[in-house]
C-alpha cells in the first residue's frame, strides 16, 4: 500500500524538522522551504527549495501531497527587525498555502502550527480553553506583532475551515523544550549558562511571567495523531472552526524564576554535584507586567489534545529539560573524551 505524501512547509526550521523527521517513520514525507535541511537524513525526506510568498512556486512545491504541515513562521527577534518580511511569509504566504490546499483535490487539508502567544501574556485569569480568545496587546512589546501574526494564521486558516469541505486545523503550542530548540528562548539560555558553571540570570521584569511549555516528543506525536485523523476521514464535519482547534502544552504555568530553579536543580542532580550554577536576578530598570502570584490564576484545559487526539500523558517541563541537560552532558563528556586522547 503507498503511503501517504506529507508536506511540512517551513520543515528545515527547529519544530517542522524535528516532524518531517518524526513523520518520515510513518509517511512520505517532503520538507518545503526556501533554507536547506539541517542535517543529512539521507534520503528519508524529500527536499523542494520554495518561497511560499511566490504562490505559483507553492503550488507546484505541494502539489503531490496528501495533507499540508504549516510550520513556517519569521518569529521573534527576526519579526521585529523585518516587518515586511514577517506579514509576506506570516500572513500572505499562510493565504497561498490555504489557497492551493483547498484548490488541490488532492490534498485532504491543513494543520497549521500554532503558538500559545495568542492568548497574551499578562492578566491571565481562569481556564484557558481552545476558545479563550486573542489579546495581542497583553504581551510584552517585543512579542507584539508576533502575536498578532500568529493571530493572522489563525484567522485565516479558521475562515478556510469553515467555507472548505476540507480539514484545515489547529494546534496551538506551549513554547517548545527541546534539545535543539532555538538558541536565544531563556530555557535554552539558562541551560547553556548553567552547563558551563556561570550565573543563570533571569531579568527582574519578567521573572514571575507565567509561561506555557511543551516537550518536543509531544509535539510530534500530537501533529502525527492529527494528520492520521485528517487522512483517515475520521474528523467531525463540524461547519464551527473551533472544532478542529486543540491547545497541546502542559497545563501548569511555569514562571521564568521557577525555569530558572528548575534549571539551577537539575544541572547540580545530572552532574552529580559536579557543577553548581547560582541565580543573579537582573534588574535592566524595566517595570514588570507581572506578579508573584499570577500563576495560580490561571490553568490550561486540556481536554480535546487528552481526548480528541488521545495524548494520554504529557510530559512535565521538568522531565523535558532534565532530558536536554542530561543529553548535552553526555555530549560535553564525549568532547573532554577525545581532548584526553589527545
Known amino acids: 500500500m503507498t503511503k501517504h ?3 511540512v512547509v517551513g520543515g528545515s526550521g ?5 516532524l518531517a523527521k518524526h513523520l518520515s517513520k510513518s509517511f512520505q514525507v517532503k520538507v518545503v522551504d526556501k533554507n536547506p535541511l539541517p542535517e543529512n537524513v539521507q534520503g528519508r525526506i524529500i527536499f523542494e527549495r520554495c518561497d511560499i510568498r511566490e504562490f505559483n512556486e507553492v503550488k507546484s512545491s505541494l502539489s503531490d501531497v496528501d495533507l499540508v504541515i504549516h510550520a513556517a513562521i519569521v518569529q521573534i527577534p527576526l519579526i521585529n527587525e523585518a516587518k515586511r518580511l514577517g506579514y509576506e511569509v506570516n500572513v500572505l504566504g499562510t493565504q ?11 490534498i485532504k487539508g491543513l494543520i497549521l502550527i500554532g503558538s500559545w502567544h495568542v492568548f497574551g501574556e499578562s492578566g491571565l485569569k481562569g481556564v484557558i480553553n481552545e476558545e479563550f480568545g486573542f489579546r495581542p496587546d497583553r504581551v510584552q512589546e517585543r512579542a507584539r506583532l508576533y502575536a498578532l501574526c500568529k493571530i493572522a494564521q489563525e484567522t485565516v486558516v479558521r475562515v478556510h475551515d469553515e467555507f472548505s469541505e476540507k480539514v484545515f486545523g489547529l494546534v496551538r503550542l506551549g513554547t517548545v523544550l527541546g534539545d535543539k530548540m532555538p538558541e536565544k528562548t531563556a530555557a535554552n539560555l539558562f541551560i547553556f549558562k548553567g552547563l558551563r558553571g556561570e550565573a543563570i540570570t533571569p531579568y527582574k521584569d519578567s521573572m514571575y511571567r507565567p509561561m506555557l511549555y511543551i516537550d518536543i516528543g509531544d509535539v510530534q506525536k500530537g501533529v502525527e495523531l492529527y494528520a492520521k485523523k485528517i487522512l483517515n476521514g475520521e474528523t467531525c464535519n463540524e461547519t464551527n472552526s473551533l472544532h478542529h482547534i486543540v491547545n497541546l502544552c502542559w497545563p501548569e504555568p511555569v514562571t521564568i524564576f521557577e525555569l530558572a530553579e528548575m534549571v539551577r536543580d537539575l544541572v547540580i542532580k545530572c ?4 557543577i553548581k550554577p547560582e541565580i543573579k536576578v537582573v534588574d535592566t530598570g524595566q517595570s514588570s507586567f507581572f506578579v508573584a502570584g499570577d500563576k495560580k490564576l490561571m490553568k490550561v484545559d486540556i481536554t480535546k489534545a487528552k481526548g480528541f487526539l488521545g495524548l494520554k500523558n504529557l510530559v512535565s517541563p521538568n522531565m523535558s529539560l532534565e532530558r536536554v541537560i542530561r543529553k548535552r552532558i553526555s555530549k560535553m563528556n564525549l568532547v573532554e573524551n577525545d581532548s584526553n586522547k589527545t
Do not use: E, T, W
Not at 497561498?96 to 483535490?105: E, F, R, S
Open 14 to 18: 527547529y519544530i517542522g524538522f524535528a
Open 271 to 274: 552532574s552529580n554535584g559536579k
Open 5 to 7: 505524501k506529507i508536506g
Open 96 to 106: 497561498n498555502l490555504c489557497k492551493v490546499a483547498d484548490k488541490n483535490p488532492r
